[in-house]
Nanobody
Framework: QVQLVESGGGLVQTGTTLRLSCAAS????????MAWFRQVPGKEREFVVA????????NYADFVKGRLTMSRDNAKNTLYLQLNSLKPEDTAVYYC?????????????????WGQGTQVTVSS
């Protein structure tokens, strides 16, 4: 059974840093594009950042540029997201996703594997 499990969410204060992890199991995603999306109640899921299979390409949403670092450890089948200078508007459920292709960018329909999400709440 293929699983993506996010961890690292929680309640944090404005201006702090948070690091999320996404551990994959059931198959290797070392040759697959992976991404983070986020969603708040009542709104559509929105793209945050994507990384290609080898880390050679990345695509960031404008609202996180300069504040975010994404990396992957293919040996551990794990994806990481570090978000700095957190703002209350970063409050959302953050989802990890994997595509079937080596590079999928921000195309949400290209991602067929999803985690259950981890809640990030930023207090003002």
């Amino acid at each position: 059974q293929v699983q993506l499990v996010e961890s690292g969410g929680g309640l944090v204060q404005t201006g702090t840093t948070l690091r999320l992890s996404c551990a994959a199991s059931g198959r290797s995603f070392r040759f697959n594009s992976m991404a983070w999306f986020r969603q708040v109640p009542g709104k559509e899921r929105e793209f945050v950042v994507a990384i290609s299979w080898n880390g050679g390409s990345t695509n960031y949403a404008d609202f996180v540029k300069g504040r975010l670092t994404m990396s992957r450890d293919n040996a551990k089948n794990t994806l990481y997201l570090q978000l700095n200078s957190l703002k209350p508007e970063d409050t959302a459920v953050y989802y990890c996703a994997a595509a079937d292709s080596p590079w999928a960018g921000a195309q949400v329909d290209a991602y067929h594997y999803w985690g259950q999400g981890t809640q990030v709440t930023v207090s003002s």
